[in-house]
């Protein structure tokens, strides 16, 4: 299994970002894929999972502004919609996929300015 961030950058505080996530290789049905983010300093930390039956769950820090998601027709994309982003979502954003093991993606970095 092979996952792939994309959709990072730079953004003012109030702004938006979506990440995207690419998983290939060989993918069962049943899963559960998530973002989790690490600041400098910090411990890694939960943002967002996602199963295959689609139930989500967010962290904390970001109910209400994050929305996972899963493209409809490649349903190993899987996307972050980040809106009315904080200075304190700046992070290292990583993908991963659990089914038994996890896997995880390089990260794409998320800064947001104030």
């Known amino acids: 299994v092979q996952l792939e961030e994309s959709g990072g950058g730079w953004v003012q505080a109030g702004g938006s970002l979506r990440l995207s996530c690419a998983a290939s290789?060989?993918?069962?049905?049943?899963?559960?894929m998530g973002w989790y983010r690490q600041a400098p300093g910090k411990q890694r930390e939960l943002v967002a999972l996602?199963?295959?039956?689609?139930?989500?769950?967010y962290g904390d820090s970001v109910k209400g502004r994050f929305t996972v998601s899963r493209d409809n027709a490649a349903k190993n994309t899987m996307y972050l919609q980040m809106n009315s982003l904080k200075p304190e979502d700046t992070a290292v954003y990583y993908c991963?996929?659990?089914?038994?093991?996890?896997?995880w993606g390089k990260g794409t970095l998320v800064t947001v300015s104030s």
């Open positions: 991963s996929l659990t089914y038994g093991t996890a896997y």
């Open positions: 290789g060989t993918i069962p049905k049943f899963n559960v």
């Open positions: 996602l199963t295959s039956g689609d139930i989500t769950t």
